[in-house]
């Protein structure tokens, strides 16, 4: 199935970055700890913020060609996306660095405005833009051979300028953003090569105002969503310190490695999902039968870092992060609660309603920035992890009932409550039965069997499309 090989493409070098993230850890513990990773989470969640606003409407119009014959109509919409970005993106970069001096302030940063830090987030993003446009144009040509090769390529030349500027130069955590900007420019060169392929350097003026309009259209929900991770990290900075802030990323670093999956599975499965929305009655077989694989494997995730984690963690980084392994179960939740719904929402782009997910987009994110600015004062880490949760579970909320009531769709996420479940009653086992070894690998034995037992067709399919995906990938390079 090309679905598989799709997904592969993508899947391989992701799980590749995260495995050497995650393996170099008890490298980089051994002189970094959790605050100079929290200084690192607070800049580069900013950054991703800002490098977003430019690209804002920029999914919306590159999906708007999956029906397009006319391969020069197609070339003239790159070009002119890429155009808008090009001046959106200097004009954010600069926006940064004039805020830059307040938001330190603010946070009780030691950084410079000019120092290395800063320069380098100012750096990243103005370059980040385009390889993101490349990865929309990549997901919707379903070209997925270049994105595979960048993402080895960036991963491999970021930990090596991380690990010489540590160990050689000894420059602290100035390596971390030093790997950063290396992998950041590695990715900016690709892209620009692989847009290369997509532009007939036939600038529009009406084509880049209508991409502006569209951006001004979707930069509010855009910002919203994208605002909650730094605003997230700032509060965190401000109340809690930048060692919980390194705690909590270094968490979501593990919950990554899940996220890669899904990501590739989602991306490789946009244009199918887009093309079974065409009917009214909204079957989504190959969509529904992907995402209750995924949602199973987050469970199954989810259920060893709520027994096990803080063990593996433990080993991983010399004990510096206390706590990471219950924060990394609870944001696996959060995970599954991010991906519910994706049917609903493809429909809504197929029959052009994105005005409808836009406004469910912005609700949610303001009702998580409300959750996070009066719960972080007074209940401090899990204030946050509340805010976290509240955007995913509004916004399926609002999409469902609009879908409801103008399709007449029912629930269809049922396997990503039976996952969250499960996850929460690994939690609660492992805080009232006590921290034995034994009885923590009791438990998961028995949790995982509760686990397979409820999800018994999900667990077939994901057993179904491992020995596919096995055999096309071993069987095949065989013949």
């Not at 079974?276 to 060893?304: D, Y």
């Not at 924060?327 to 429909?347: Q, T």
């Not at 009932?401 to 769709?409: E, L, P, S, T």
């Amino acid at each position: 199935m090309q679905f598989n090989s799709n997904v592969l493409c993508q899947l391989i070098p992701q799980v590749f970055r995260s495995i050497l993230a995650i393996s170099l850890l008890p490298v980089y513990t051994l002189i970094l700890n959790a605050e100079d990773f929290g200084f690192f989470a607070i800049l580069t969640t900013i950054s991703a913020f800002f490098a977003g606003i430019p690209i804002s409407g920029a999914v919306y119009t590159v999906s708007s060609m999956v029906s397009c014959e006319d391969m020069n109509r197609k070339k003239g919409v790159v070009t002119n996306l890429v155009a808008f970005v090009s001046v959106s993106s200097l004009l954010s970069s600069c926006l940064y660095y004039l805020l830059s001096s307040f938001l330190f302030k603010f946070m009780s940063i030691p950084f410079s405005v000019n120092g290395f830090p800063n320069l380098a987030i100012v750096v990243i993003i103005f370059v980040s833009p385009f390889w993101v446009i490349a990865n929309v144009v990549i997901v919707v040509a379903r070209d997925f051979k270049l994105q595979a090769v960048v993402a080895i390529l960036d991963s491999v030349v970021g930990t090596g300028v991380t690990l010489y500027f540590l160990f050689v130069l000894g420059v602290g955590g100035d390596a971390l953003f030093a790997g950063a900007l290396a992998a950041a420019l590695v990715s900016f060169v690709g892209g620009v090569f692989y847009l290369m392929r997509w532009t007939n350097f036939s600038i529009s003026l009406d084509g880049i105002l209508m991409q502006a309009v569209l951006c001004i259209k979707s930069a509010p929900s855009l910002a919203i969503e994208k605002i909650r991770n730094p605003m997230q990290n700032v509060m965190f900075a401000k109340y809690l310190g930048a060692d919980l802030v390194g705690v909590f990323s270094h968490s979501q670093q593990y919950v990554n490695m899940m996220r890669v999956l899904v990501k590739s599975a989602a991306n490789a499965i946009w244009s199918t999902s887009l093309m079974e929305a065409k009917g009214e009655i909204g079957e989504f077989k190959i969509t529904h039968k992907c995402w209750r694989v995924l949602h199973l494997m987050a469970t199954f995730a989810g259920v060893f870092f709520a027994v096990l984690g803080q063990d593996f963690i433990d080993v991983l980084t010399n004990e510096k992060f206390e706590k990471a392994g219950l924060f990394s179960a609870i944001l696996m939740i959060v995970l599954m609660f991010e991906n519910m719904g994706r049917a609903e929402v493809a429909k809504l782009y197929q029959d052009r309603l994105i005005v409808v997910n836009e406004t469910a987009l912005i609700f949610s994110g303001v009702v998580s920035l409300l959750v996070l600015f009066f719960t972080v004062p007074v209940f401090g880490l899990w204030g946050g992890v509340a805010a976290i949760a509240a955007f995913p579970v509004f916004h399926r909320f609002a999409v469902g009932i609009y879908v409801r009531k103008r399709y007449g769709w029912g629930f269809r996420d049922w396997t990503a409550l039976k996952g969250a479940g499960l996850i929460l009653l690994a939690i609660l086992s492992n805080n009232l039965l006590g921290a034995e070894a034994f009885s923590r690998w009791c438990m998961v034995v028995i949790l995982l069997g509760c686990t397979i037992v409820l999800f018994n067709r999900e667990a077939r399919e994901m057993v179904q499309y491992g020995l596919v995906s096995f055999r096309r990938l071993f069987w095949g390079s065989l013949q």
